[in-house]
């Protein structure tokens, strides 16, 4: 095999070797931090619980993602995580080629996730306020007698329990 003919093969070798050198690097995924004041607030995509504040999040790099940071009592915030194309794609294509960006852009690798940290100061809810109130504050006795007659027409109540419960309810009725 000539020298010319063995340059050729090391430098394809060593294409083949080195396409997807960001997912090789980086990863498909990132971790995210969250934090929030107060902590303990509930964080969440696509109604997904990742967990409470403070907390590290792995997300897929090569799409955005919309963080929900909830705790009661307080206002619900939301965080959009952006990716962007990450630094190291323009060394992978002079090194790596058009197989190795091809690579690193399917499986997300040439992106970074940004920001990678996330804090939230999350307000308190006004007392009274329509997210503060539960949803029988918002009922009359009428409406609240119609629902316990439901369950009970349905059976999910006996009819002592349904006796008691209606009794508290026009005890304590406002109206």
């Given at each position: 095999?000539?020298?010319?003919?063995?340059?050729?093969?090391?430098?394809?070798?060593?294409?083949v070797?080195?396409?997807?050198?960001?997912?090789?690097i980086?990863?498909t995924?990132?971790?995210?931090?969250?934090?929030?004041?107060?902590?303990g607030?509930?964080?969440q995509?696509?109604?997904?619980?990742?967990?409470?504040?403070p907390?590290?999040?792995?997300?897929?790099?090569?799409s955005?993602?919309v963080?929900?940071?909830?705790?009661k009592?307080?206002?619900?915030?939301?965080?959009?995580i952006?990716?962007?194309?990450h630094?190291a794609?323009a060394?992978?294509?002079?090194v790596?080629?058009?197989?190795?960006?091809?690579?690193?852009a399917?499986?997300?690798g040439q992106?970074?996730l940004?920001?990678?940290?996330?804090?939230?100061?999350?307000?308190?809810?006004?007392?009274?306020?329509?997210?503060?109130?539960?949803p029988?504050?918002?009922m009359?006795?009428?409406?609240?007698l119609e629902?316990?007659?439901?369950?009970?027409?349905e059976?999910l109540?006996?009819?002592?329990e349904?006796e008691?419960?209606?009794?508290?309810i026009l005890?304590?009725?406002?109206?």
């Open positions: 095999m000539s020298k010319s003919m063995r340059l050729r093969l090391l430098l394809v070798l060593l294409g070797f080195l396409c997807g050198c960001a997912t090789i980086h990863g995924t990132q971790k995210i931090h969250v934090s929030s004041e107060p902590s607030a509930d964080v995509e696509d109604s997904i619980k990742l967990g409470q504040t907390v590290s999040v792995t997300l897929k790099r090569k955005d993602h963080l929900i940071i909830s705790k009592g307080y206002q619900t915030e939301q965080r959009v952006m990716h962007v194309i630094g794609v060394g992978n294509i002079i790596g080629g058009l197989i190795g960006w091809g690579v690193d399917v499986s997300g992106y970074r940004v920001p990678e940290m996330v804090h939230v100061v999350l307000k308190p809810l006004e007392p009274g306020s329509e997210e503060a109130g539960s029988l504050l918002k009359t006795t009428k409406q609240k629902e316990l007659k439901k369950l009970k027409d059976g109540i006996t009819e002592t349904y008691a419960i209606r009794k508290i005890k304590t009725a406002v109206e």
